[in-house]
C-alpha cells in the first residue's frame, strides 16, 4: 500500500483544545501522528500556531473553516493564515440551509465553490466540501453529493467522511470510484448501527476496501482520523484509532 500519511481533526478533541492546545499538539506528536487538521484555532495567531506544529514536529494537512471566510474582502486574509500554519486545503465542513433548500441550491452551490477554487489553486490551495448524512438522501432526484460534485470542478476536493456518510446510506467506496482523484484528503470515521461511540474497527466500515480505494482511484493524499462520540477520554480515543488504523496499513 502507499505510504499515505496520518492526521487527525482537532474536532475530536475539542474541549481538550479548548482547556491547552499547546499540550493537545505536543501528545498528538508523541502518539505517532503526522499532522492535524484544524477547526479553530482557540485564540492563538498564525505565526503562534506555525511555531507549536514545528516545535512538534507536525504539519498542517487542512482546515475546517466557514464558507464566508472564503467570500469577498475576507478571502485575502484567510490564504494569508493559511500560508502562515502552511495549510494547503481549506475545507467547508457545513453549507446552511438557506444557501441549498433545492437541487437548484446545490447546484449553485457547486458554482460558487468553482469560482473560490480559481482563487485559490494559483495559490497553491485547494477548497473542498466535507460531508454529513443530510448529502445522501435523496433530493428531487439526485442525491445533494451527486449534485454539487457532478457540477464542481475537478480541483475541488471531495473530503470524504466515511462514517457520517454512511449514518447517510453512502458507502465510501462507490463514491470514491465515482469521483476518481478527488478525494485528497479523507475522514476516517467509524459507523455502527448500534454503538454510536464506536472506535475504528469496531463497526461496519468495510475499511480495507476503503483503503484500496483510496490508494489506487481516489488520489488521497491525507487520512484523518476523527472520532466524535466516547467510550473512553477523548484523547486515549485518538490514540487508540490511530493504533489501529496503522496495524489495518501494517505499520509500526
Not at 86 to 94: A, H, K, T
Not at 123 to 146: A, C, K, R, S
Amino acid at each position: 500500500m502507499k505510504n499515505i500519511p496520518v492526521g487527525v481533526q482537532l474536532y475530536s478533541v475539542r474541549d481538550d483544545c479548548k482547556a491547552g492546545l499547546p499540550g493537545v499538539l505536543s501528545a498528538i506528536a508523541k502518539m505517532g501522528y503526522d499532522a492535524v487538521e484544524f477547526a479553530g484555532y482557540h485564540g492563538f495567531s498564525a505565526p503562534q500556531l506555525r511555531k507549536m506544529l514545528d516545535d512538534n514536529g507536525l504539519k498542517c494537512c487542512g482546515a475546517h473553516i466557514g464558507i464566508e471566510q472564503l467570500l469577498g474582502d475576507e478571502l485575502a486574509g484567510t490564504i494569508e493564515f493559511h500560508k502562515t500554519i502552511g495549510n494547503e486545503f481549506l475545507i467547508v465542513p457545513w453549507i446552511g440551509e438557506e444557501r441549498r433548500p433545492n437541487r437548484a441550491g446545490w447546484a449553485n452551490c457547486a458554482k460558487l465553490f468553482n469560482e473560490i477554487s480559481d482563487k485559490v489553486r494559483p495559490q497553491g490551495m485547494w477548497v473542498g466540501y466535507h460531508n454529513h448524512h443530510i448529502e445522501f438522501t435523496p433530493l428531487e432526484g439526485e442525491t445533494p453529493w451527486d449534485t454539487f460534485f457532478g457540477n464542481t470542478k475537478k480541483e475541488v476536493v471531495m473530503q470524504f467522511d466515511t462514517g457520517n456518510a454512511m449514518h447517510g446510506g453512502g458507502e465510501a467506496v462507490p463514491f470514491l470510484r465515482k469521483y476518481p482523484g478527488r478525494a485528497l484528503t479523507v475522514h476516517r470515521k467509524e459507523f455502527s448501527p448500534k454503538n454510536e461511540k464506536a472506535l475504528i474497527g469496531e463497526g461496519e466500515i468495510p475499511w480495507n476496501d476503503v483503503f484500496a480505494a483510496c490508494e489506487t482511484v481516489g488520489g488521497t493524499k491525507w487520512y484523518i482520523i476523527e472520532h466524535e462520540t466516547y467510550a473512553y477520554p477523548p484523547m486515549e480515543c485518538i490514540d487508540l484509532c490511530l493504533k489501529r488504523v496503522k496495524k489495518m496499513l501494517r505499520r509500526p
